[in-house]
C-alpha cells in the first residue's frame, strides 16, 4: 500500500523545518505549525485535482521530473538559506503555473484567515512549502516507477486520505471561497468534480481563476519557450547542478519547452483541447476565462455597493459565455460534447456562488436579473 502522501511531507518537515520556516517569515512557532498543518493537504488536494486529466497528469509530471535526485534534501538549506524570500517567491510562481495565480491567492487567503496570518505571509509561506510538496511527491513517484497516469492514481486514491487531513476550520474556509466541495470532501482548485467518471474530462473548466479578461487569454496563444521554476531557484541560490535561465514574464505551468500549440490559459489543466478551436479561437480557454471570472467575482458580493461594482464583470462573462455558443456551432459533434462537459462540471460551484449572493440580503434585487441570464446560458451551453 503507499504510504500516506500528507504524513510523508509532515515527516519531512520536522520540528527543526517548522521553525526554521516560522523564523523566515517572522511567525510564531505554533502558529506556523497550524497553518502548514492546514496547507500541506490543502496543496495536496489541488495536486490530486491537477492529475484528474491525461493533460493535466502529464504537465505535473514534467514539473516533478525537473527535480534532480537529492532535490528534496537540498531544500532543507535552502529553507534555512540565506534567500527565504526567494525560495517562497519562486515556490509562489511554480504553484500559480499549476493552479492559477487567483486560486493560490484564495487559498492563501483561507489559511491564513484559519490560521491568524496576513494574506501575503500565508502566499509565502505556501511558496516555500509548494516545492516541499512537489518534491516528495517526485521523489514518491520516481521509487514507485510512476509515469504520469500511475502518478494520477496515485493521488487519485488518496483524495480521501489527503480531504480529511484538511482541519475543518480550513475546510470551511476554502468551502466558502468555492475551492473545495464540503459536501465530497474534494478540493475544486477551480474545478467541480464531476460525478461520474466519464465526465472527469471536463475538469478544466474551473480551475482558472486568473482575473480573466479575453485580452489576457489571447496573448496565451503565442507559446514560448520556457524554464522550470526550480532551476531558478537553486541557480539564484548557488553551487547546485541545474541549469539556469530567468523567469517566464507570465504565470504558465513550470515545465521544460514544449512544441507550440494552443496553450491554456492560466489556472487551467493541460493543453486546450484542439478539436475545440473555431477560427483561431479555443473555446475551452473561453470557458476557462468566463469561469475564472465568475469564481473571482461572486465571492466579493457581500452587500449592494460590491453587487452593483460585480455586475459588469458578470455581465463581461456572460457576453463571453455568449460568444462561445455562437461559435460552438461549428464545432463536430465530438467537440460539442467534450465542451458541454467542460460547461457542465463547472456550472454546480457557480450555481452554489450564485445561490449564496442571491440569499444576501439587499443583494438579491440587485443581483438577480444578471446572474439569472448567466444562469440560462450555462445551462443552454452545459447541453450538447
Known amino acids: ?17 517548522i521553525a526554521k520556516i516560522a523564523s523566515a517569515l517572522g511567525l510564531d512557532r505554533s502558529l506556523a ?19 484528474v486529466t491525461p493533460n493535466g497528469a502529464r504537465q505535473l509530471g514534467n514539473t516533478l521530473a525537473q527535480q534532480q535526485t537529492g532535490a528534496l534534501e537540498s531544500f532543507k538549506n535552502l529553507i534555512g538559506g540565506s534567500s527565504p524570500n526567494t525560495l517562497a517567491e519562486t515556490g509562489s510562481g511554480m504553484l500559480s503555473g499549476l493552479f492559477g495565480g487567483a486560486a493560490l491567492d484564495t487559498m492563501a487567503q483561507s489559511i491564513g484567515k484559519f490560521a491568524g496570518l496576513d494574506g501575503a505571509t500565508s502566499k509565502s509561506l505556501l511558496g516555500m512549502l509548494g516545492p516541499v510538496v512537489l518534491g516528495t511527491l517526485g521523489q514518491q513517484q520516481r521509487s514507485a516507477g510512476l509515469d504520469a497516469s500511475g502518478l494520477a492514481a496515485l493521488l487519485g486514491s488518496q483524495r480521501d486520505q489527503i480531504a480529511a487531513a484538511i482541519p475543518s476550520g480550513l475546510a470551511d474556509r476554502l468551502s466558502a ?10 478540493l475544486r482548485s477551480g474545478t467541480a468534480t464531476a460525478s461520474a467518471a466519464g465526465s472527469r474530462i471536463a475538469g478544466a473548466s474551473e480551475r482558472t481563476v486568473a ?19 526550480w532551476l531558478a531557484i537553486l541557480a539564484v541560490l548557488g553551487g547546485l547542478a541545474w541549469y539556469t535561465v530567468g523567469r517566464p514574464s507570465r504565470e504558465t505551468v513550470a515545465e521544460l519547452p514544449r512544441p507550440a500549440a494552443t496553450q491554456p490559459a492560466t489556472g487551467t489543466v493541460g493543453l486546450a483541447p484542439p478539436d475545440l ?11 476557462n476565462s468566463s469561469v475564472g471570472t465568475l469564481r473571482s467575482v461572486l465571492p466579493t458580493i457581500t452587500d449592494a455597493a460590491s453587487a452593483q461594482a460585480a455586475i459588469p464583470k458578470l455581465r463581461e462573462a456572460t457576453t463571453q459565455l455568449n460568444e462561445v455558443g455562437n461559435l460552438a456551432t461549428k464545432l463536430t459533434p465530438e467537440g460539442k460534447s467534450t465542451l458541454a462537459k467542460l460547461i457542465a462540471a463547472a456550472t454546480p ?36
Open 1 to 17: 500500500m503507499p504510504a500516506n502522501l500528507v504524513s510523508v511531507v509532515m515527516q519531512f518537515l520536522t520540528p527543526d523545518m
Open 33 to 51: 505549525q497550524k497553518a502548514i498543518g492546514g496547507a500541506v493537504p490543502a496543496l495536496l488536494a489541488g495536486l490530486a485535482d491537477v492529475a
Open 177 to 186: 471561497a468555492g475551492l473545495i466541495d464540503s459536501a465530497a470532501g474534494t
Open 211 to 229: 482575473g480573466a479578461s479575453r485580452a489576457a487569454y489571447a496573448t496565451t496563444s503565442a507559446a514560448s519557450s520556457q524554464w522550470p521554476y
Open 277 to 287: 478551436t473555431i477560427g483561431g479561437v479555443n473555446l475551452a480557454n473561453q470557458v
Open 349 to 384: 460551484t457557480i450555481n452554489q456562488m450564485c445561490d449564496k449572493v442571491l440569499a444576501t440580503p439587499g443583494v438579491g434585487d440587485i443581483a438577480k436579473p444578471t446572474i439569472d441570464e448567466l444562469r440560462v446560458k450555462l445551462d443552454t451551453l452545459s447541453r450538447a
